[in-house]
Nanobody, 115 residues
């Protein structure tokens, strides 16, 4: 199982970024996917989830209305569109999949929101 995040970077407050997570090694279209983030000195927190068919999505209250999780099962990729970014969104962002035998994480992508 491999999860590879990309799309992070430096963005000004109020800006946007789209993160991608490319998955391989499992049946992506059968798996719910999750985005997490971990800010410096803080615990890793769940940001958003999406069901295997995209029928259900959930968000942390801190990002609801500004972040959108989506997926393309044909490309084995899950996305996180982040709009109206705030400095407190600065963190390493990870995607995660929970499978019957265990869980897998990507290596993370750094997002820095700063002027």
């Amino acid at each position: 199982v491999q999860l590879v995040e990309s799309g992070g970077g430096l963005v000004q407050p109020g800006g946007s970024l789209r993160l991608s997570c490319a998955a391989s090694g499992f049946t992506f279209s059968n798996a719910d996917m999750r985005w997490y983030r971990q800010a410096p000195g803080k615990e890793r927190e769940l940001v958003a989830t999406i069901s295997s068919t995209s029928s259900n999505t959930n968000y942390a209250s801190s990002v609801k209305g500004r972040f959108t999780i989506s997926r393309d099962n044909a490309k084995n990729t899950v996305y996180l569109q982040m709009n109206s970014l705030k400095p407190e969104a600065t963190a390493v962002y990870y995607c995660r999949v929970i499978l019957r035998w265990g869980t897998a994480w990507g290596q993370g992508t750094q997002v820095t929101v700063s002027s």
